[in-house]
């Protein structure tokens, strides 16, 4: 076991103690803040070296290594009431002006909490994290890979599980998009980074000077409305490097459709949007009438066909749900493959993203520009003698070397097939498409036949409607 993942076991069961800490989500979220204030002082000590005149936004006597380093420093109630009353309201209050790094600190603040109440244990947790050194190189690798696990451990804290998708699964889709050195590459909803950090380590190979750097700095952003999973990201990108993060914190459907502009086109758009969440009332009037839903997934989908540019590639995960639903569903299917070419369905199994849910997803590959003629469909196997996934035996990204061999030498075989789009049109753009090698399953997923059965639903309910207001037209 190394030395930085005995600091963070270390750091979780000194926070056990602390009665203020309530379960998973608010002791990750603790040592985050913590960790990035580290991270931060560290990346501060490079930027004096490397930056000319470089001033930083945070007040010196606010600053990490002016009341953290010192290991006989503040603690207690004194080293609380400090926390309290100075420095997460002058954080939370930082004028963004100063600098892009100002910028960074308050949207991280905003609305991030401390919830700590032991002064004490306070100190023994900064006590552990000024053990690692985030200018180490070697350090900083190793504890990339324990921030992950820290990643997956949201998949246990309720319903924060959404803002992490398996690393097999972000890797696989990333590879087969292929993102090159100079590409904008957005994730709407980015939760904790996932997509934007593979799409970094596939870059990086291409850069070789400091301007490659730069480019590579400017082309990557991230999109998250939570505070928690903004938090989270912001790390990790600049655990990946990244001097300034470019993670806003927003809910890019708050803004009308009609408003983007050929200035915020893309080249790549890759997101897990949240699935089965369902947005505030009024935000589906930002969007025309024919793609209006409260569904998050649908109206994530309608903006990112809106947000590409010509030839621009997009890798998405949905649920089946969205394959075989109707009604303003129709529309939004037939506004892809009108628009795009939707040339791959990667039908993923039951259990990928246990334990959050256990419906099953699916992955499309489309390009803007041309319209479908033809979409592959490639059915996921478990591995051999597997029946389902879970968190100790999760999805593996050596799974998918099967589909990355058959991807660019396509041929129908047991597990893939196509389907032409006069066969989609003529099933009124229904993709929930089984795989006709296979035989039929005798009894679907319950929550696939909850989900159909409450589209029949709808669809009896807007029947009867129309015959109650033709009867009572006609009684005029």
Not at 274 to 282: A, I, L, R, T, Y
Not at 444 to 454: D, M, Q, V
Request: charge should be negative.
């Amino acid at each position: 076991m190394s030395n930085i993942t005995t600091n963070i076991k270390g750091i979780r069961d000194i926070m056990r103690k602390d009665t203020g800490v309530d379960g998973d989500a608010q002791r990750i979220s603790q040592m985050v803040w913590m960790l990035f204030m580290k991270i931060f002082a560290d990346k501060e000590e490079e930027w004096e070296i490397t930056i000319d005149d470089y001033q930083s936004p945070i007040p010196e006597h606010l600053k990490w290594q002016n009341w953290a380093a010192d290991d006989e420093g503040l603690t207690g109630d004194a080293l609380m009431t400090f926390i309290e009353n100075e420095l997460f309201p002058a954080l939370k209050e930082l004028d963004i002006t100063i600098s892009p790094q100002a910028k960074i600190i308050r949207s991280v603040f905003d609305d991030t909490y401390n919830f700590m109440k032991n002064g004490t244990l306070f100190r023994q947790v900064i006590n552990v994290i000024n053990e690692i050194d985030f200018n180490s190189t070697s350090e900083r690798h190793v504890f990339n890979d324990i921030y992950e696990t820290i990643l997956k451990d949201l998949q246990s804290a309720g319903s924060s599980g959404e803002y992490y998708t398996p690393r097999a699964v972000t890797q696989f889709m990333v590879d087969m998009i292929n993102p090159q050195l100079g590409e904008s590459v957005l994730d709407p909803a980015c939760g904790t980074g996932g997509f934007l950090t593979c799409t970094i380590d596939a870059v990086r190979n291409q850069v070789k000077t400091p301007k490659d750097r730069e480019v590579l700095q400017n082309s990557i952003r991230g999109v998250e409305k939570k505070p928690l999973p903004h938090l989270l990201c912001t790390t990790n990108l600049m655990l990946h490097g990244f001097d300034l993060p470019a993670i806003r914190r927003d809910n890019l459907l708050s803004k009308p459709y009609a408003d983007w502009g050929a200035k915020d086109k893309l080249d790549i758009i890759l997101s897990n949007p949240p699935f089965g969440g369902v947005e505030e009332d009024g935000t589906e009037t930002n969007f025309p009438k024919k793609f209006r839903t409260k569904e998050t997934a649908d109206l994530f989908l309608a903006l990112i066909i809106k947000l590409l540019k010509d030839k621009g590639r997009c890798a998405i995960v949905l649920p089946d749900g969205t394959l075989f639903g109707e009604g303003m569903k129709t529309r939004l299917k037939e506004e892809l493959l009108d628009k795009c070419n939707l040339h791959t369905i990667v039908r993923l199994p039951n259990g990928v993203f246990n334990p959050y849910t256990s419906i099953k997803t699916n992955l499309l590959f489309f390009e803007k520009g041309t319209p479908t003629k033809e979409v592959w469909y490639y059915e996921h196997q478990y591995p051999k003698g597997a029946k389902s996934y879970n968190k100790g035996t999760p999805i593996n990204i050596k799974e998918f070397d099967v589909e990355k061999v058959w991807w660019n030498k396509r041929v129908e075989n047991e597990y893939a097939w196509k389907v032409s789009i006069e066969e989609i049109k003529k099933r009124n753009y229904n993709l929930d498409i089984k795989n006709p090698h296979q035989e039929a399953d005798t009894l679907e997923n319950p929550e696939i036949i909850l989900e159909k059965f409450r589209t029949t639903e709808q669809k009896i309910f807007s029947i009867q409607e129309e015959i109650i207001n033709v009867l009572t037209e006609a009684l005029k």
